[in-house]
């Protein structure tokens, strides 16, 4: 018996170390059932064991890199800063712009809701995490961040980015946490295609991607659709950016679902920062209540000063359109029709149109067809007049009477036009 | 029991390590798979912890101390991972009792012999946890890419190589 053990000694080391371990697989698989849930206790401590020993050397070695780049950046690397405050001012305005346009549409969506009695969950809190590792590994896509239980952190809850969404908490540890990134072949998130409102289960894959794969064929989903979280899942909110579609094919190992690979919104492969979402609400937060005001009166001094600018535009038009029923009833003074004055001195800078004089110039008379006494020009001046001499130019015809219709009396043309006959 | 000669190689050529090396050489090697992963994430095809597995392996030629290293190595690195715990530590089993058993009958201080060792039993790592997730775990959609797991075995082996003459320099004769 005891040369079977000495001389099969390798073998069975290996045979036992094995089967241990598959027991330990066995029973790690049986429970729990849910996959990317979190450990049991004994495997939860000796994970703890193991994190608890590399952690340390990951946030040392993150805060030599972390300082280095900070040192960099905010006191030696400022060259573009000034540039940068501009441009982010100048997107501050169009924000601004652009809240106040859509704070109407969210304060009507609010409304419906309520008479919905449907339940939003709003984020009301958050708190700020760094990255400082990974499993090492590209069959588990898991990430390490520097905040733990001891910062309100819990197992569940959902990491984020300003750009979309990152995972959530596996294990939580009292300084450190563990992330499982929605790229992991383990993870799942309730999603919602934006355009076309179908809801749909996410999944990680094996080489890393996101992909969609519980769909039927659906003509009217297509590449470069965004996905949003559905809040089905209750770890996400509802809202959240995922990613876009980027492609659409058959699945070969599940038909006839589809295939349908997202490009995700956050960069789950260079993250330095993300945001575990610790609290959320059905009521809007009170400084997204303050944000929505202020967009609403930004929207409201905008209408003010759209109907105003309509107004004064609409006096405007009414104006020239009076002035523009006179001048037909007056070519003469019609700016077209008026000839350059050659008597004008040289010089002179003619007369810039008003609503009053919306031809521009002063208005002449036409010249003279036939001349008589009263015609400009005519007349000499009372110098050179002698009392109870004749005219100077001979005996002038008096005018004919003119028999007048009480229609011509009526009519503004015959009014306007009798100064120049 | 087998009779050791004066030239066998096992007696020749079987080395040991002080337990300061033994224990920070593997763990150096997690820490750094960690943190290397962490600086540019395409370094995951990396594998330090297998090429240490391996070199402890192949040079202390017991293949009780290679599947225990390997083991140990494997859970320590599935313990990072959010995988069940023993995916790795099985496949480095074996694939130290089969390095330290090939290590008996092979000059592994030869360049050739640690880079076809290298290429190999990067590859056999990849088949051994296919199958681990493919039958014991039940995941259908376990796939092998044979073009990414041969560039994962060119590029452990490169990386293998000088690690190996720097790990022989912490050798301790017998």
Do not use: C
């Amino acid at each position: 018996m005891e040369s079977f053990f000495s001389r099969f000694k390798n073998v069975l080391v290996l045979v036992v170390v094995l089967l241990a371990q598959t027991i330990g697989l066995a029973i790690q698989v049986r429970r729990p059932a849910e996959q990317g849930a979190p450990d049991g206790p004994h495997v939860t401590l000796l994970r703890k064991w193991v994190i608890g020993f590399v952690t340390p050397f990951e946030r040392f070695f993150h805060g030599i890199g972390y300082n280095t780049r900070y040192g960099w950046s905010n006191y030696i690397d400022l060259r573009n800063t000034r540039q940068q405050n501009r441009d982010l001012q100048a997107e501050v305005a169009r924000l601004r712009l652009e809240q106040s346009e859509l704070a109407e549409d969210a304060k009507q969506g609010h409304r419906l809701q309520a008479m919905l009695n449907f339940q939003q969950h709003y984020v009301t809190s958050t708190v700020a995490a760094q990255v400082i590792g990974s499993s090492g590994t590209d069959q588990s896509r898991v990430l390490y961040i520097d905040k733990g239980s001891n910062d309100g952190l819990k197992v569940d809850q959902a990491v984020i980015t300003p750009d979309g969404i990152v995972g959530k908490l596996r294990e939580v540890l009292p300084r450190t946490a563990q992330v499982l990134v929605i790229n992991d072949q383990s993870s799942g998130a309730g999603v919602l295609l934006s355009t076309t409102r179908i809801r749909a289960t996410l999944r990680g894959s094996p080489s890393g991607r996101i992909v969609i794969n519980n769909l039927t064929p659906d003509e009217r989903i297509k590449p470069g659709e965004q996905v949003l979280t559905s809040g089905g899942d209750q770890i996400y909110p509802r809202g959240l950016p995922v990613g876009t579609i980027e492609t659409i094919a058959i699945d070969p190992d599940h038909q006839p679902y589809t295939m349908i690979q997202l490009k995700p919104a956050a960069n789950l492969f260079q993250l330095e920062e993300v945001l575990i979402i610790t609290g959320t609400q059905t009521d809007l937060p009170k400084l997204a209540q303050k944000d929505l005001a202020a967009g609403l009166a930004t929207a409201e001094q905008r209408a003010a000063a759209a109907k105003a600018a309509a107004e004064q535009a609409a006096a405007d038009a009414a104006a020239k359109t009076a002035s523009d029923m006179v001048a037909e009833k007056l070519p003469s003074i019609h700016e077209a029709e008026t000839e350059p004055d050659p008597t004008a001195a040289p010089g002179t800078t003619p007369v810039k149109p008003t609503v009053q004089n919306p031809a521009g110039v002063v208005p002449k008379p036409l010249p003279t067809q036939h001349a008589d006494r009263y015609t400009p020009g005519t007349t000499p001046p009372a110098s050179t007049l002698t009392p109870g001499a004749g005219h100077p130019a001979g005996a002038v015809a008096a005018p004919q009477p003119t028999v007048r219709t009480p229609r011509q009396q009526e009519s503004p043309e015959s009014e306007t036009a009798s100064p120049n006959n | 029991m087998p009779s050791l000669s004066y030239t066998s190689r096992e007696e020749i050529e079987q080395h040991s390590f002080s337990p300061a090396v033994t224990l920070l050489v593997p763990v150096a090697a997690i820490i750094l798979q960690v943190l290397v992963v962490k600086l540019y994430w395409r370094l995951d095809i990396l594998d330090l912890p297998l090429i240490v597995a391996i070199f402890f392996s192949v040079s202390r030629r017991s293949p009780s101390a290679g599947t225990l290293t390997g083991a140990g190595i494997g859970l320590l690195q599935d313990a990072l991972t959010g995988r069940p715990i023993g995916v790795n530590g099985m496949a480095k089993s074996v694939v130290g009792y089969i390095a330290a058993s090939i290590g008996v009958k092979v000059d592994v201080d030869n360049l050739a012999t640690r880079v076809l060792m290298n290429f190999g039993f990067s590859l056999l790592n990849s088949i051994i946890l296919f199958l681990i997730n493919r039958r014991l775990l039940g995941q259908a959609e376990a796939h092998i890419g044979w073009i990414h797991e041969l560039i994962r075995a060119v590029i452990n082996t490169v990386v293998a190589v000088p690690i190996f003459f720097l790990l022989d320099l912490t050798k301790r004769p017998e």
